[in-house]
């Protein structure tokens, strides 16, 4: 489980994942890209978990199991919620 304080993340409404880097939130790269490739890691991925709130007495995370890992955010936007919610909005 990687817990780094103040990390931040972000998965984008097209499901990739972002991590805050400085004042930018960078893309994550799959190390499993194959073929040459470079592909973003995302909930397009079998492997790719979906976000669990975690809360304590200490404040919340976020947890947000990948593959390989497991980090632990102190803020995670979830814009794929957003997006959903604008469909639900237009039906
Ligand atoms: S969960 Fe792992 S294997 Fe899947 S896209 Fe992300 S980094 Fe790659």
Not at 9 to 15: M, N, P, R, S, V
Not at 17 to 43: A, H
Not at 77 to 87: V, Y
Request: proline share 3%; hydrophobic share 35%; net charge negative.
């Amino acid at each position: 489980m990687e817990r780094s304080k103040g990390l931040v993340g972000k998965i984008d409404e097209d499901g990739y994942l972002r991590i805050k880097r400085g004042e930018k939130f960078k893309p994550v790269v799959c190390p499993f890209s194959v073929d040459g490739g470079c592909y973003n890691c995302g909930d397009w991925c079998a492997l790719f978990g979906e976000p669990e709130l975690w809360l304590r007495r200490e404040g919340r995370s976020f947890i947000l199991s990948l593959c390989h890992k497991v980090y632990v955010f102190d803020e995670l936007i979830d814009e794929r919620k957003e997006a959903e919610n604008d469909l639900r909005q237009e039906a």
